[in-house]
């Protein structure tokens, strides 16, 4: 239990899934996103923000609609 609670604590804090792979002694980082990737509910949205600044963009006013993250998606 308390080994499930740390993996996914890590997980919602925006942790390494490689790092916490090894630690967990997973065979490949793909069996730890197999476990815990109803843990990272942010996961999309940080990908989005990351190539907006790299784009130097602080976003589109439509894009939350065009995101399949949301809703409307």
């Known amino acids: 239990m308390l080994r499930?609670?740390?993996a996914s604590t890590m997980l919602e804090?925006?942790?390494s899934v490689v790092a916490l792979a090894r630690?967990?002694?997973h065979s490949s980082p793909a069996v730890t996103l197999g476990y815990y990737a109803p843990f990272m509910p942010e996961a999309g949205s940080?990908?989005?923000?990351?190539?907006d600044?790299?784009?130097?963009?602080q976003?589109?006013?439509?894009?939350?609609r065009n995101s399949p993250d949301s809703p409307e998606g």
């Open 13 to 15: 804090a925006g942790g």
């Open 4 to 6: 499930h609670t740390y």
């Open 23 to 25: 630690w967990l002694g």
């Open 59 to 64: 976003g589109d006013e439509h894009a939350s």
């Open 46 to 51: 940080k990908g989005r923000t990351a190539l």
């Open 53 to 57: 600044g790299l784009l130097g963009r």
